[in-house]
């Protein structure tokens, strides 16, 4: 079932797909098949479905490194900070229990009830911390392929230039022009 759907996705964003083939072979001429235009709104859905795939959608492949892994590292620091809150929670739930010889008893044996409960709150705060950094860099990558596709279509003209003159420019309650510069913005 996910491989025909993941079949279906690659289809239908892939240039050359089946659609732009069926046209071809029914001797549809190539004037008369419009390009599509690049979607922002297609590309932040299919990268919030999928992290990535508005990156493809994109085809900025370059891109899906980095957001794997930023995901790779939340995901660490994500495991890290769970395993040892749960950790210096049974820790202190084992020391209020009396409990010396338990899982925990390293732990148990070398700190105090507040330092074990001052160990799980740090530990707690940092899981929440990874957790919203997550969601923010999930986040940025839809808005990355957002902002990509609003891009696709931005002219980049060679014939950019900036020119720089003297002008007179005319002032308020005086016949006499005065000093000015002229910026003139051509693209």
Known sequence: MHRCIAILLIAFLLPGSLIAQKAKDTGAETDSI??????????????ALVPGLGQIYNKKYWKLPIVYAGYGVMTYFIVFNADYYMTYQAAYIEKVNGVT????????????????????EYYR????????LTVLWYSLTILDASVDAHLQTFDISKDLSLRVAPAALPLPDTPQPGAGIRLSLRF
């Open 101 to 120: 010889g338990g899982n925990y008893a390293d732990l148990v044996n070398k700190y105090t009830e507040d330092q074990l409960m001052s160990g799980r």
């Open 125 to 132: 705060r940092n899981l929440e911390i990874s957790v919203l």
């Open 34 to 47: 419009q390009a599509k235009p690049h979607s922002p709104g297609k590309a932040a859905l299919y990268s």
